[in-house]
C-alpha cells in the first residue's frame, strides 16, 4: 500500500467535494425555504390589488402551480450539479434523456396529454380554486388543480380526482355571475296573472332581506308559462345572482313561494289518476 504523504491540494480536493455538494444542498433547502416563506406575501399581495373575486382567485390558483413549478426546477438543478462535482458528465445525460423523453413521450401519451391539458386550463382561466365546475363527468367545488389532475369535493362530500387529460369540457357554475331559475307549476285552473303577480311580490321581498339581498344582483325576470305539464302550468323566473349564489337563492325563493301560494289559495297540483268505470 502506498502511505507516501498527500499533498495540501490534493487533500484540498479531497474535501471540497463533499462541501460543494453540502453547500449545494443546503442553498436547494434554503431557496425551497424561501419560496415557502416569502410566496404567500407575494400571493395575497398581488391577489390585493385584483378588483374582482375571480381575480383573487385566478391569482390564488396559479400560485400554487407556479410555486410547484419553482420547487421542482430547483430539486432537478441541485441534482445535476450533484453529479456534475461527483465526476459524472452532464451533458451525455441531458441527451440520453432528451431520446429518452421521446420514447416515454411515446409510452405515456395520457400523461403527456393531462399536462398540456393542464397549463391551457390555468392560462385560459377556464376554472379557480372554490368554483363549483362539472369536468370529466363529475360535479363539485374545485379544491386542488395542478398540471395533471383537478381535484373536485362534491355536496356528499366525495372527493374526485380527475385527470387533465380526461376533461373535454368544463361547465363553470360560478363565473362572472349567475342565474337562480326557478320553475313553478300551478293548477290549470289558476288565474295565471294573479299568480305572476304574486311570484313578482314574492321576489321583491326575498330582495330586501338583509341576508339575500347582497346576493342578487337583479330583480326578478319573469320568463312566464314555459310548459304544459300532465297536471300543472309550469311558470318559469329567475334572478341573476353572485357566483355560487344561486342555489341559496332558489331555495329561499321556492320556501318563500310556498308559503305566500297558500296564503293566497293559489293551488300547487299534484299528480292524480282519475278511473273511469264501465257503466
Known sequence: MDFSPISFNEA?????????????????AA????????WPRVREAIASRQESLEGVQRVRTLSRVLRYTANVAITLLAMLLILGEVGISVAPLLGAAGVAGIAIGFGAQSLVKDYFTGFFLLLENQLRI???????GKTGAVEEVTLRYLRLRDYDGNVHYIPNGQITVVTNMCLGHAYAVIDLGVAYGANLDRVMACMQEVGRELQKDVEFAPLILNPLEMAGVNAWADS????????QVSPGAQWAVRR?????????????????PFPHVQIVGAS
Not at 431557496?31 to 416569502?38: D, K, R, V
Not at 300543472?232 to 334572478?239: D, E, L
Not at 329561499?252 to 293559489?266: M, P, Q, T, V
Open 252 to 268: 329561499e325563493y321556492l320556501r318563500r313561494a310556498k308559503l305566500a301560494f297558500d296564503a293566497a289559495g293559489i293551488e300547487i
Open 31 to 38: 431557496a425551497q425555504q424561501l419560496i415557502a416563506g416569502f
Open 130 to 136: 372554490g368554483d363549483v365546475v362539472e369536468a370529466g
Open 232 to 239: 300543472s302550468v309550469v311558470i318559469r323566473c329567475r334572478f
Open 12 to 28: 484540498l480536493t479531497q474535501f471540497a467535494t463533499p462541501l460543494r455538494i453540502a453547500l449545494i444542498i443546503a442553498l436547494a
